[in-house]
């Protein structure tokens, strides 16, 4: 076994209400090439939130939040949303007190981030115009510059998108309040008269969340889009010419390949460089 100070342990938070999906097996492959690449014992263990309530204790040093199907406004009040901003709320005290030299790290994905904002009353989550399904380019603000989970990125960057909601109109006081930032912002689209949404928010020193998803492989995405069944959905929703589009862009090393390599871990690096710095 590794040294202690190479032993990390991975919570991840299932948010696909039991819905079969790519990107939790994303998630766990990330994991495990992270792992074997820095010679670390980097464990995890999964939670299903949403139908059974599952959520992790303050044992493990980072956590992963997913994505998930379904509308982020219609969980208000309920059990296990209730359950979920309980868990946040005990992470945010642990990382609060001062006697907790050791901080635990969150990243929330998609449906995830959503909620968070939402819980955060950071900005407005609303119902999109149109379903986002497709490669976009992500484009960076000046705070995202000298964001260490989005190092190695060009401007624009390009991503996995598939939502029908969006996180719009950024409560600009409660982001000072809390000392957040705005990190990325939709692609611009002169032709319709609608506010970019915000793609990426950095929530406080140990707590980001990015609309679309850092996990998607371009290898399982592609196969994902060319099963017959997939492919005809993808065509009859969003026409031959955007399935297309997608498999080319999959499959440009300078767009999603680029993405799945940096975001999530750079944010491992970010979170395991303070843990060792701790436990030294």
Not at 97 to 126: G, P
Not at 192 to 199: H, T
Not at 228 to 233: A, I, L, S, V, Y
């Amino acid at each position: 076994m590794a040294p202690d100070k190479q032993t990390v342990k991975c919570a991840i938070l299932d948010m696909n209400e039991e819905q079969p999906n790519q990107g939790m097996r994303c998630i766990r492959e990330i994991l495990e090439q992270y792992g074997k690449i820095n010679n670390i014992r980097l464990t995890w263990h999964e939670y299903e939130v949403r139908v059974k309530k599952q959520v992790p204790d303050l044992s493990y040093d980072l956590y992963i939040s997913s994505g998930g199907p379904g509308s982020p406004l219609e969980s208000v009040n309920s059990e296990w949303e209730n359950v979920y901003f309980n868990w946040l709320q005990q992470v945010e005290d642990w990382n609060n007190n001062d006697a907790n030299l050791q901080k635990k790290f969150v990243f929330f994905i998609c449906h995830s981030y959503q909620l968070a904002c939402r819980h955060y009353n950071i900005a407005n989550v609303t119902k999109r115009n149109s379903t986002a399904f497709g490669v976009f380019p992500v484009h960076v603000l000046p705070d995202a510059r000298k964001e260490p989970v989005f190092a190695g990125l060009h401007d624009p960057f390009f991503s996995v998108d598939s939502r029908d909601y969006q996180v719009v109109q950024p409560n600009h006081h409660r982001f000072r309040q809390m000392g957040a930032s705005i990190l990325c912002i939709e692609k611009e689209r002169p032709h319709v008269p609608y506010e970019r949404a915000l793609m990426a928010v950095r929530f406080n020193k140990y707590m980001i969340g990015t609309q679309f998803h850092p996990e998607a492989d371009a290898t399982g995405m592609t196969m994902y889009l060319q099963r017959e069944d997939k492919k005809q959905t993808v065509i009859a929703n969003h026409g031959f010419a955007k399935w297309q589009s997608m498999i080319e862009q999959l499959n440009d090393p300078d767009k999603i390949r680029s993405t799945y390599k940096h975001v999530l871990p750079n944010f491992l690096n970010d979170a395991i460089a303070h843990i060792n710095s701790t436990r030294n």
